[in-house]
């Protein structure tokens, strides 16, 4: 199975400050379609996961723009600009190219 | 609106089964690529499974933990995707949620979850 390498997995921030997760796969995400199936995931507290972003940089329907990912092959990152009190979270990376899909083990974002 | 409802989740003994539904509105199901997401307590998510839909090829993927044990499979006449989980480890202890495609260009719908408790 491809294994995602989340890092840090604790992550605190002060209000404002930009933050940066970085996800590493074992094997290249790259599909034969040329297609990188690399998401990436937030889980408020008490709430359902929600997609923040798809095949690698695509941000999905209302998400603030301050969130953006970026990477290819095994690197990947996602970016906060500027962090604000409701991205309280945990993200995850998630890569559906290889079967089976397989998740990150989680940043948890606080605030400082 | 789009709603998942999940059900059937409860205790059940190691070596148990159970039957999870998720009831699916507000879409076209039958059109729909289908997932199943657990989370153990105090851990991260999970990837349980896959099916197509059926004009798709209705190919069902699983994850390497419940491969054999979890069957994955639709109701498109009651807009129903089922979970039935077999040979229950306590490992399988969780919160498992039903998604809709979670790849595509369309921002995936999540149900609330339904709780699996296996303990003896």
């Known amino acids: 199975d491809v294994v995602m390498t989340q890092s840090p997995l604790s992550l605190p921030v002060t209000p404002g400050q930009p933050a940066s997760i970085s996800c590493r796969s074992s094997?290249?995400?790259?599909?034969?379609?040329?297609?990188?199936?690399l998401t990436w995931f937030q889980r408020r507290p008490g709430q359902s996961p929600r997609r923040l972003i798809y095949?690698?940089?695509n941000r999905d329907s209302g998400v603030p723009d301050r969130f953006s990912g970026s990477g290819s092959g095994t690197d990947f990152q996602l970016k906060i600009s500027r962090v604000e009190t409701e991205d309280v979270a945990v993200y995850y990376c998630?890569?559906?190219?290889?079967?089976?899909?397989?998740f990150g083990q989680g940043t948890k974002v606080e605030i400082k | 609106e789009v709603q998942l409802v999940e059900s059937g989740g409860g205790f059940v003994k190691p070596g148990g089964s159970l039957r999870l539904s998720c009831a699916v509105s507000g879409l076209s199901f039958s059109n729909a690529w289908m997932t199943w997401v657990r989370q153990a307590p105090g851990k991260g998510l999970e990837w349980v499974g896959r099916i197509m839909s059926k004009t798709d090829g209705g190919t069902v993927e699983y994850g390497a933990p419940v491969k054999g044990r979890f069957t994955i499979s639709r109701d498109d006449s009651k807009n129903t995707l089922y979970l039935q989980m077999n040979s229950l480890k306590t490992e399988d202890t969780g919160v498992y949620y039903c998604?809709?495609?979670?790849?595509?260009?369309?921002?995936?719908?999540w149900g609330q979850g339904t709780l699996v408790t296996v303990s003896s």
């Open positions: 998604t809709t495609d979670l790849l595509g260009p369309w921002e995936p719908f």
């Open positions: 094997q290249s995400l790259v599909y034969n379609n040329g297609n990188t199936y």
């Open positions: 095949n690698v940089s």
């Open positions: 998630m890569q559906g190219t290889h079967w089976p899909w397989t």
